[in-house]
């Protein structure tokens, strides 16, 4: 049977990696996004706001011919983390989720896979200590309001009598690439790491006391999302991702010093929140001085400046648990794919460098 694969989400970190996953492979692909991706691997694209019910109706009709859908849209709110906690936040991502698939499963009866995006927040990640290693359908933290519980508890009821399935992927910290992403901290620690350089200093660590946590390449996740489209194993099934070993920032912070052709430096705590959007127009002149395709800085980094604070422990006075999953679930499943998160950061440095969205190292 011919696949048709729907994206929404594309411009994120998840969506542009399945769709440029699928759409490599030979696959008919559509994706769905409010900004036009920074390439589109042949797929088609289609400008669509999942906050408009209409307008997602209006686009589902000619979906009849869909396979699967990998949902990784996502509404976060300026200063990101707060919003974690809000009601609104959570209403959004809901409704937009409903307004997708609800005219979708009446037009595409061919329908026969939803992928759909949680993370270690459904552990509580960012409100408590994990008890380490978290594990699915054990360790969730219902009791803490979440867009993955309104999510979660729609697509199981909609499922019911339905042709399809479902499965959720819970990644650790993604890294890929996107522009202008909520949490992508490849440009957020690119651009902080140009203009250190442009003032001859080498690349200190801006971040807290450091803590042990995993990582998940945007790839190695479109593999993951892949193989639960097309394994029994995977179907109505929650399974944690990342790549398969843990790191600590300062213990990774030389290779990702050495990938954008600096020296690490001593730290020098500093939020990257507060701080960096101040630098807009130092980040134009390094964009001028190297003829860099990328964006102006809000453009190209988004809220993920303040993800960086989060992730790096910022202004905490004492070493933040570790944040540890246990993936034995997915391996048991089939899915054995592997990457060495350093090889990672240089792997997508090395292509924001090719692509001409950070200066060369």
Sequence with gaps: MSEHILVAGATGLVGFAAMKHFAERGHKVTALSRRVPFETFGARHIPLDLTDAKACAEAMDGMKDVTRLVYAALYEKPGLVAGWLEADQIETNRR????????????????????????????????????????ENRDEMKTQPNFYWEQENYIRAKQQGAGWRWTILRPQIIFGFSLGAAMNLIPAIGVFAALLREEGRPLSYPGGPASVLEAVDADLLADAIAWAGGNDAAGNEIFNVTNGDVFVWRNVWPAIADALGMQPGPD?????????????????????KYGLASPGLDAFVGESFHYADFTMAYGAERQTPAAIVSTIKLRRAGFHDVIDTEEMFRKWFGLFQEKRLLPPR
């Excluded at 979708?104 to 993370?119: E, F, K, T």
């Excluded at 459904?122 to 594990?135: D, E, N, T």
């Excluded at 960096?276 to 390094?286: E, L």
């Design 96 to 135: 937009m989720l409903e307004n997708l698939v609800e005219p979708l499963s009446r037009a595409a009866p061919r329908l026969c896979h939803i992928s759909l995006l949680q993370g270690t927040k459904a552990y509580g990640a960012h409100v408590r200590a994990l008890a380490v290693p978290v594990r």
């Design 268 to 288: 020098a705590s500093l939020s990257l929140g507060a701080e960096m959007p101040k630098r807009t127009a130092d980040w134009d002149r390094v964009r001028v």
